[in-house]
Nanobody, 120 residues
Framework: QVTLVEGGGGLVQTGESLRLTCIASGSIFTIDAMGWYRQAPGKQRELVASITNGGSTNYADSVKGRFIISRDNTRNSVYLQMNSLKPEDTAIYYC??????????????WGQGTQVTISS
């Protein structure tokens, strides 16, 4: 099946930046909207950003003005530039379609994610 591989996470201090990368093993050009999700320990997974093929973006209020989502269909990739990071951003970050289940993978499939940890 098509897989999603996330990378670019790490441990950084408050105020620093990270750029996350999601690479799909199959094409994503047929998927209208791709997004980034995150899940903190003990919390539900939440959508933090999404982008359509037309370039329209949507951000959760908690990250608006700090995060920038982009995509490159040629490379089957989605990116998330994360600036001015806060400890509250600590979570495992995943990519998927928005809403989930619209890609060439099972509706309940999620990749391994990439850990983002922000220290105070």
């Amino acid at each position: 099946q098509v897989t999603l591989v996330e990378g670019g996470g790490g441990l950084v201090q408050t105020g620093e930046s990270l750029r996350l990368t999601c690479i799909a093993s199959g094409s994503i050009f047929t998927i209208d909207a791709m997004g980034w999700y995150r899940q903190a320990p003990g919390k539900q997974r939440e959508l933090v950003a999404s982008i359509t093929n037309g370039g329209s973006t949507n951000y959760a209020d908690s990250v608006k003005g700090r995060f920038i989502i982009s995509r490159d269909n040629t490379r089957n990739s989605v990116y998330l530039q994360m600036n001015s990071l806060k400890p509250e951003d600590t979570a495992i970050y995943y990519c998927n379609s928005d809403p989930p289940g619209r890609g060439r993978w099972p509706y309940d499939y999620w990749g391994q994610g990439t850990q983002v940890t922000i220290s105070s």
